[in-house]
């Protein structure tokens, strides 16, 4: 990754969680990195675009089958675009989920602090990094998932 202007400071450790929508495909293997870049989120998030295109990742459906999929959870404390859009998309029901997709980069990701799938590598490399809207670390948060979400997550 240091060609592509990112070095890769820490990785969890590798999780299988079932697909989503479950048991529609193989199961997943979930994991997070913690890296270092001079470049703008919309950048990384670029570069992790084009990671996911050399897997064979094609974007054609909302949640639909991938080879790939990378997704850039923080960027320090940013806030994209800004508190009141965040906001917004952390806010959106769930029935609202399966169809509305924003059209610019929300950060932190706006339904980090509900996925257990994401949380628990992140415990691993960040359990200390503090969620700039919700005021909570990655430990706190992880307090607060359901007991039968944190139980699909599966070291490997």
Request: charged residues 20%.
């Amino acid at each position: 990754m240091c060609d592509a202007g990112l070095t890769l400071r820490s990785v969890s450790r590798f999780f299988r969680t079932p697909s989503f929508p479950d048991g529609t495909a193989p199961e997943y293997v979930n994991a997070a990195i913690c890296i270092s870049s001079n470049q703008s989120a919309a950048e990384i998030l670029q570069i992790l675009h084009r990671i996911e295109h050399r897997f064979g990742r094609v974007r054609v459906q909302r949640w639909g089958m991938r080879t790939l999929d990378l997704d850039l959870l923080a960027v320090d404390q940013e806030v994209l675009p800004d508190h009141e859009a965040f906001r917004v998309w952390c806010d959106l029901p769930r029935s609202g989920q399966t169809w509305a997709a924003p059209d610019q980069l929300i950060l932190p990701h706006p339904r980090m602090q509900d996925r257990a799938f994401v949380l628990l590598p992140l415990l691993d490399i960040a359990p200390d990094w503090v969620h700039p809207v919700l005021g909570q670390s990655v430990r706190e948060m992880c307090r607060h998932l359901l007991a039968a979400d944190v139980e699909t997550v599966r070291a490997i």
